[in-house]
């Protein structure tokens, strides 16, 4: 697999979305999901100008981290339980999928820097999905403001596994409009600035829509060797 060229063509698509959305394609970060690939894979997303990788499991990110080390800025994105923080708690840069107090105490109490999170909303409603419900994210918020090791960068949701493409954009939308509800609260620990929304299948609409971050894995890494 040539991840560079994948990686152009992803690019291009990302320079049409902002054209068509009249955005800056600098805004949009390219996270790199390396879970189903091996580290050489995800060395080759470096070589090629990635600078962000994702991993879902505490595992991943230690076996690649001990090749790979903080060259690249560190994204966990998957559900993370509260037993496994202190793994990676000194390893990742971003956590995606803050949704419960329990696991920002933990968080807080191992962090030695102020750590950036997002916090996961459940757009869809679907009881498949972790996050929090959209009208509990406003309260759930207002509750960090006491953990000095967190900050909340933004929102982060996983949209419907469907080719509906206005079903995506209302989940996008709806991201959208809760982050600038909480951003014009003027937070000092919540600047909530950051959008991560749109993976393979959908990241065109997602920034379309406003994403900041999109989470591409098969269509820029592939899915295994």
Not at 184 to 189: R, S
Request: with cysteine; glycine share 6%.
């Amino acid at each position: 697999m040539k991840v560079a060229i994948n990686l152009e063509n992803i690019r291009q698509q990302i320079n049409d979305a902002c054209k068509k959305s009249n955005r800056n394609p600098n805004e949009v970060t390219i996270i790199a999901v390396t879970k189903y690939v091996s580290t050489s894979r995800a060395k080759e997303a470096l070589d090629a100008g990635i600078e962000n990788l994702g991993e879902n499991r505490d595992e991943g990110i230690l076996e690649k981290w001990s090749v790979l080390g903080d060259k690249p800025v560190w994204h966990f994105i998957g559900t993370l339980q509260t037993r496994k923080v202190k793994n990676i708690i000194d390893k990742v840069d971003y956590i995606h999928s803050i949704d419960r107090l329990s696991l920002v105490e933990e968080i807080n109490k191992r962090a030695t820097k102020k750590i950036k999170c997002l916090v996961q909303v459940n757009v869809s409603g679907e009881e498949s999905k972790h996050g929090l419900e959209s009208e509990n994210v406003l309260d759930f918020i207002k509750q960090l403001q006491e953990f000095e090791n967190i900050s909340v960068e933004g929102l982060m949701t996983m949209a419907p596994l469907t080719e509906d493409e206005r079903a995506l954009r209302d989940c996008f939308r709806k991201l959208r409009e809760l982050r600038d509800q909480v951003q014009a609260f003027q937070f000092d620990f919540a600047p909530c600035s950051e959008l991560s929304m749109g993976m393979s299948n959908d990241f065109s609409i997602a920034i379309e829509e406003g994403a900041t971050m999109v989470r591409i894995g098969t269509a820029l890494v592939g899915d295994d060797e």
